[in-house]
């Protein structure tokens, strides 16, 4: 049977179950308004009963403190997690979004392309009026600077938010790295303290925090497995293996050991898109593995930053290898390979986006450096291939086993980014400079000399002090019968061509002979109608409406804003309504959360009189027994 003193401890452990009920509730008034904080609460449960050998059979031995713990539903994280990470990468494009907006304004307090592109034309009206008068020729050239300014302006700012945002991703991955390193230090401090027996509330508390500030930068999954004893494999230590994971399954932290990404500058020779900003980061995994920038599964502000950095509508080269062979360049042999490509913006050069200066081309699952191209069209095929001139500092030479697989230069990012609106001003200024030249110099057009006619737009050689004078223009389209009907051609054009492909909105120029005279822009073709003569004048006043002579997007050149406007105004309305939508959806989730690990302060204050009471019957029950003791032991003599 028990003890004389068995009710004695009995009442002992009811005291000690109020009194962590009290701290705990202490604890969690304590922390209202801490953040990350889990309530805690004090798990208990009643004491194996002893067998008394009596008729009534055994007797409670009153109540076992077994843990306190958080109160945490990892459900509710998950979710929250999930949507963090979309919240994160529409937040990201919305603040970005503004800023090309902002890029694009036409208003009265601020000149855009309309305003520039009218007062141009406008001051091609002047010159209809009095074709053979210098001042007014001289004052179309300084309203056509504006325009080229303006375009090199639009570029230069494009491709500095290009470096904003590829710096940005480095701050980011840093803090990845560094929310890494945190995890896995905590994990270690857990699995100290909980394999000795210990609930580490608080530093679970922290972790999860960590989590939350991980999910905004990258989608996050986590596993949480036992760590069983090696000598028994049946026997769980108490400690556990915590893995996080990210991009949709990349492991960032497992138990104690994480891995970290770093951040590698392309080489100048490496660039992805003509006109990209030097230095654009590929990342890396600390074993070496690259980081995929196209996984759709990154989630989070790094999403948002890769998109905006490298989103191309999905417009990159790509296409099929048709063979391989050998040139000679500077008397060396250089391996070269032919792609065949089918999609229709790969056909057109002014929609050309590759480097010039070369770059890297992946064929099947090998990457090669390349110095040069030449597009190819053969009429009699109706087929458009490109042939790439390979670097001799490639490991290995290029081999016949490439042909049939699959040739691309970058990857599809199916999001207009910084180089989709890069390459949409590159195809309107080659466009409408090749169309506004072609209508300058047509057949029989003189200048105030009676000379032949010369290209006004030209682009500026970045390297020295001189302009691409598009000598070699590549010619599509000939009468090739003498029936006054233009018929499809072959053609060639090379990367080192002197073509309008080298000219982009960076290096948009006015030719320099020009600009110093402007009696050399003509303005008629009858070189004996004087010089009041107007038609070629006339024809490019045309070029502002006409989608005849030239056409953007399927419309004309003066609506080159709104095309561009209507994309920047559709992405800017989507992310700020996603923005919207998530993060209502976050507050009502962590309002779930809240609701079921955050303190109340009414409950709280419920539950300490609840244990105040317990404690106080306690006390009271040991008071009562110490009455009985003292009666039987001391004045009975027994």
């Not at 200066?357 to 069209?377: A, E, H, P, R, V």
Request: charged share 20%; proline share 1%; with cysteine.
């Amino acid at each position: 049977m028990p003890s004389t003193f068995f009710g004695l401890n009995t009442a002992y452990t009811g005291l000690l179950a109020s009194n962590a009920a009290l701290n705990t509730t202490a604890n969690n008034i304590s922390n209202v308004n801490t953040e990350g904080y889990s309530r805690q609460q004090v798990v208990q449960q009643a004491s194996n009963a002893l067998r008394t050998f009596t008729t009534y059979g055994c007797a409670g031995a009153g109540v076992d403190t077994i843990a306190i713990q958080r109160i945490r539903d990892d459900f509710y994280d998950s979710r929250y997690w999930n949507n963090n990470a979309s919240y994160g990468e529409v937040e990201t494009k919305q603040y970005y979004y503004k800023l090309i907006e902002d890029y694009y304004t036409d208003d009265k307090y601020t000149k855009g392309f309309n305003s520039i592109f009218g007062e141009m034309f406008t001051a091609l009206e002047e010159i209809r009026k009095s074709a053979g008068s210098t001042t007014t020729k001289t004052n179309f050239v300084g309203y056509a600077e504006n325009l080229v300014e303006y375009f090199k302006n639009m570029s230069g700012q494009m491709q500095n938010l290009q470096k904003d945002v590829n710096s940005e991703i480095k701050v980011q991955v840093d803090a990845v790295n560094s929310i890494a390193e945190q995890i896995a230090t905590i994990n270690k401090q857990i699995n100290i303290i909980e394999m000795g027996g210990g609930t580490a509330n608080e530093l679970r508390d922290k972790r999860t925090t960590l989590l939350d500030e991980l999910s905004e930068i990258v989608s996050v999954e986590t596993n949480e497995t036992p760590i069983y004893d090696s000598n028994d494999p049946d026997r769980k230590t108490g400690g556990t293996n915590f893995s996080v994971m990210i991009a949709g399954g990349d492991v960032l932290v497992y138990g104690n050991d994480f891995h970290t990404l770093s951040c590698e500058a392309r080489a100048t020779d490496e660039k992805i898109n003509q006109s990209d900003a030097d230095g654009l980061y590929d990342l890396y995994w600390s074993n070496g593995n690259r980081f995929s920038l196209t996984n759709p599964s990154i989630g989070g502000k790094l999403n948002g930053l890769i998109q905006l950095r490298d989103g191309n509508n999905g417009e990159y080269f790509h296409g099929q290898v048709t063979g391989t062979g050998i040139t000679s360049v500077d008397g060396a042999a250089r391996d070269t390979v032919t792609v065949e490509v089918t999609e229709t913006y790969l056909k057109d050069m002014n929609k050309c986006t590759l480097a010039d200066g070369g770059g890297l081309i992946t064929l099947g699952n090998q990457q090669f450096k390349y110095d040069s191209w030449q597009m190819d069209y053969d009429v009699n095929t109706d087929t458009y291939s490109y042939t790439f001139v390979l670097s001799p500092e490639n490991e290995s030479a290029v081999s016949s086993d490439r042909v049939n697989k699959e040739a691309r230069v970058g990857n599809a990012f199916h999001y207009q980014g910084i180089p989709y609106y890069m390459e949409q001003m590159n195809e309107f200024v080659r466009s409408f400079a090749k169309s506004f030249n072609d209508i300058l110099t047509q057949e029989g057009s003189v200048d105030a000399y009676g000379n032949d006619a010369q290209f006004f737009f030209l682009a500026d050689v970045p390297t020295e002090d001189a302009q691409f004078t598009f000598g070699q223009s590549y010619t599509t389209q000939a009468d090739t019968n003498g029936d006054g009907v233009l018929e499809n051609v072959s053609y060639s054009i090379s990367s080192t061509d002197d073509s309008y492909y080298r000219m982009t909105a960076a290096n948009f120029a006015i030719s320099d002979a020009i600009r110093q005279n402007a009696d050399l822009f003509a303005t008629h073709t009858d070189a004996a109608a004087g010089q009041d003569a107007y038609d070629v004048v006339s024809d490019l006043i045309d070029l502002q409406t006409n989608k005849d002579k030239m056409s953007f997007r399927g419309c004309s050149a003066g609506e080159y804003l709104q095309c561009m406007l209507s994309d920047v105004a559709l992405n800017a309305n989507e992310v700020e309504n996603q923005v919207n939508t998530f993060d209502r959806i976050g507050k009502t989730i962590d309002n779930m959360r809240i609701s079921i690990s955050g303190v109340d302060e009414d409950e709280e204050a419920m539950g300490l009189v609840k244990y105040q009471n317990a404690y106080n019957l306690a006390s009271k029950m040991i008071q009562t027994l110490t009455e009985c003791y003292d009666r039987l032991i001391l004045q009975t003599g027994v």
